[in-house]
Structures are given as structure tokens and as C-alpha cells.
């Protein structure tokens, strides 16, 4: 298969009640661990960059790793790109073969948001790609965005079905007390929000911040309409401390197959627990 929109599948996953994981993505092994997790539970994939790793890799460069990855496999995936600021960077990624965009203006009052949220709808319709935006912020670190817990804001449902009216946009990713980074103490998630915001928009609801968040609590903020559930900072980690452990035993080792092996076992492992908490196993047959 060629790389798809995430937009059916997300619809289909708001319709059934499951989510599907979207993973942050930083090397080949990165992708190629993420993907195995999806072929072997048969989920529907999202791969995600962050607007720090297209600078890092160049947009072509992992658009062809993914595209390579639809073609080997028989599960729908979509390459998306993480909270970006930048209309420019956003065509560019589209033009190498990205299928999915988030487009995030939430740094701006409601009005720029909606004119920002629209120009891409217009770029994205066009090229069939599904569109992503913010309302609310979204607190904690996220590659260079940074948002301090003063600062973060929970999105308002009226002004969600106002904005989604407005956009014409694929999917939302409300502010709804989830954050970037790993959690101090428990999320504070505000459940009666989501169920309000779902209440009144019918697009696919994205739930940011989806590292650490208790599994419980991840299945209801599910079975209450979020559809999407990004998940970055518990994969780099469990990628990361697996190469540690491998120098801790052996600090002269030098060959990086040997310290990326086990890398990926452990980035697959986490990526299937995700996946399993996320209900997507098993749904890839819905899309072939
Ligand atoms: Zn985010």
C-alpha cells in the first residue's frame, strides 16, 4: 500500500470507540520498531515527526523511509507532522509525501487560530491530507514549544464546535489537562470536558501528551471520544535507556547494531502496549 490519510481511520476509530497511536519518531530503527508493533497487532499506524526531527532528517528522507513501510506491509499507515507553526514547512512536508498535518496556531487569539487552521485545510483538501489543530495549550515541552503550566489553557467545547465550523478542519486536539513530557504526579485530565467537546464536534478528538498517562485513564478519555493519542517522550526513553544498558555492560562497544537491536525490541514492546491500551488491534483489516 502507498501511505494514507489518518482521516478514515480516525473517523472509523471515533465511530467504534478505540484510538489509534500515533508515535514520535526520531531514526530508521525509531520507525522500523513502531511499524513492527503495528504489523504484529494489525492496528491502523500513525507515524509522527515533530517539526525538530524534519530539520534533523529532512522531510524526503522520512517520508521515503515511511512510504517504503506502506509499501512492505499490509496495514494502513499515515505520516503526520507534529505541532507546526510554519505554512512553508507544512507544504513542504505535504510535497514530500506527508498525509497528515498539524497545523498549530493555539499560541494565537481564536481568530488568527481559525484564519491559520483554514489556509492549511485549503492546502490539505486539496492534496488529500488530513489537517490537525490546536485549541487551548497544551502544557509542558514538545520538541522546541515550550508552555509553562501557567500558561496552558483548556479549550472551551463552544468555542471547539465554533472553530471546527469555522476550519472545516479533519481532527482537533483539545487542550484538556494532558501535557507534553513525562507527568510529575498523575495527569489531571478534565474527563467532563472531553465528553462535553465530543458532545458538539463530530471530528476525530486528538489527546496529546499520551506518555504516562495511566492505562485506565487513557481508556476512558477513549470511551469518551478521543480518537488519536499521541505518544513521544515513553518511546524515546525505553529506546534510550536500552542503548545505555548496553554501554553500562560494555562501554567500549562499537558497533551501533549491537546497542540498536535491542533498542527496537524495547521501542516495539512499548509500542504494543500502547497500542493494545489504544483498542486499535485487529482494525487494520477495516482499511486493505
Ligand atoms: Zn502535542
Same mark, same amino acid.
Given at each position: 500500500m502507498a501511505l494514507v490519510s489518518s482521516t478514515p481511520f480516525l473517523q472509523h476509530a471515533r465511530q467504534n470507540g478505540y484510538c489509534v497511536g500515533a508515535f514520535n519518531v526520531h531514526t530508521l530503527e525509531m520507525l522500523q520498531a513502531v511499524v513492527e508493533a503495528a504489523v504484529e497487532t494489525e492496528s491502523p499506524l500513525i507515524l509522527q515527526s515533530t517539526v525538530g526531527t524534519v530539520k534533523h532528517l529532512g522531510a524526503d528522507y522520512i517520508a521515503a523511509a515511511a512510504q517504503t513501510a506502506a509499501k512492505l506491509n499490509r496495514i494502513p499507515i499515515a505520516l503526520h507532522?507534529?505541532? *507546526?507553526? $510554519? +505554512? !512553508?514547512?507544512?507544504?513542504? *512536508?505535504? /510535497?514530500?509525501?506527508?498525509?497528515?498535518?498539524?497545523?498549530?496556531?493555539?499560541?494565537?487569539? =481564536? #481568530?488568527?487560530?481559525?484564519?491559520?487552521? /483554514?489556509?492549511?485545510?485549503?492546502?490539505? /483538501?486539496?492534496?488529500?491530507?488530513?489537517? %490537525?489543530?490546536?485549541?487551548?495549550?497544551?502544557?509542558?515541552?514538545?520538541?522546541?514549544?515550550?508552555?509553562?503550566?501557567? $500558561?496552558?489553557?483548556?479549550? !472551551?467545547?463552544? #468555542? *471547539?464546535?465554533? +472553530?471546527? %465550523?469555522?476550519?472545516?478542519?479533519?481532527?482537533?486536539?483539545?487542550?484538556?489537562?494532558?501535557?507534553?513530557?513525562?507527568?510529575?504526579? $498523575?495527569?489531571?485530565? !478534565? +474527563? !467532563? /470536558?472531553?465528553?462535553a467537546i465530543a458532545g458538539v464536534v463530530s471530528v476525530p478528538l486528538v489527546l496529546h501528551g499520551g506518555s504516562g498517562i495511566p492505562d485506565d485513564q487513557v481508556r476512558r478519555a477513549v470511551s469518551l471520544g478521543m480518537s488519536k493519542m499521541n505518544v513521544a517522550t515513553e518511546l524515546r526513553?525505553? =529506546?534510550?535507556?536500552?542503548?545505555?544498558?548496553? +554501554?553500562?555492560?560494555?562501554p567500549s562497544e562499537n558497533d551501533p547494531r549491537k546497542y540498536m537491536v535491542p533498542a527496537k525490541q524495547a521501542l516495539r514492546e512499548m509500542a504494543i502496549e500502547k497500542m493494545i491500551v489504544c483498542g486499535s488491534v485487529g482494525k487494520a483489516k477495516h482499511f486493505r
Open positions: 507532522l507534529d505541532h *507546526c507553526a $510554519d +505554512f !512553508d514547512l507544512i507544504v513542504k *512536508c505535504i /510535497r514530500a509525501g506527508y498525509t497528515s498535518v498539524m497545523i498549530d496556531a493555539s499560541h494565537s487569539p =481564536f #481568530e488568527e487560530n481559525v484564519a491559520q487552521t /483554514r489556509k492549511v485545510v485549503e492546502v490539505g /483538501r486539496a492534496a488529500g491530507v488530513n489537517v %490537525e489543530a490546536e485549541l487551548g495549550k497544551v502544557g509542558g515541552v514538545e520538541d522546541e514549544i515550550a508552555v509553562g503550566e501557567e $500558561d496552558a489553557t483548556l479549550a !472551551d467545547p463552544q #468555542e *471547539c464546535k465554533a +472553530f471546527v %465550523e469555522l476550519t472545516g478542519v479533519s481532527t482537533l486536539a483539545p487542550a484538556i489537562g494532558t501535557a507534553h513530557g513525562i507527568y510529575k504526579g $498523575d495527569p489531571n485530565i !478534565d +474527563f !467532563d /470536558r472531553i465528553q526513553i525505553a =529506546f534510550s535507556d536500552a542503548i545505555k544498558n548496553v +554501554f553500562k555492560a560494555n
